[in-house]
Nanobody, 115 residues
């Protein structure tokens, strides 16, 4: 069974940076477009960044220019570099394929941007 494990979240001040990692136990990363999603209480989970098998990236307007998604197929890992973080980036971040698959949701990694 494929598992996705997110890590790298934490508490950071506004303007700071974090790098999230998503490690897969199977080949899901190498055969699918992958994405980073985030969710805050009371809101639907939203896709903030995606990368195709060929490396084409796409970003939500709210994070464009600040976040960078990348993939390392040899390590079955997807990354999200988050710079110039804002309090509104506070959320639990998840990775999944694009489009998402219900059985692949992991525990996520919480990110809190606060002074």
């Amino acid at each position: 069974q494929v598992q996705l494990v997110e890590s790298g979240g934490g508490l950071v001040q506004p303007g700071g940076s974090l790098r999230l990692s998503c490690a897969a136990s199977g080949s899901i990363i190498t055969i699918n477009a992958m994405g980073w999603y985030r969710q805050t209480p009371g809101k639907q989970r939203e896709l903030v960044a995606s990368v195709t098998r060929g490396g084409v990236t796409n970003y939500a307007d709210s994070v464009k220019g600040r976040f960078t998604i990348s993939r390392e197929n040899a390590k079955n890992t997807v990354y999200l570099q988050m710079d110039s973080l804002k309090p509104e980036d506070t959320a639990v971040y998840y990775c999944n394929r694009v489009p998402s698959g219900a059985r692949y949701w992991g525990q996520g990694t919480p990110v809190t941007v606060s002074s």
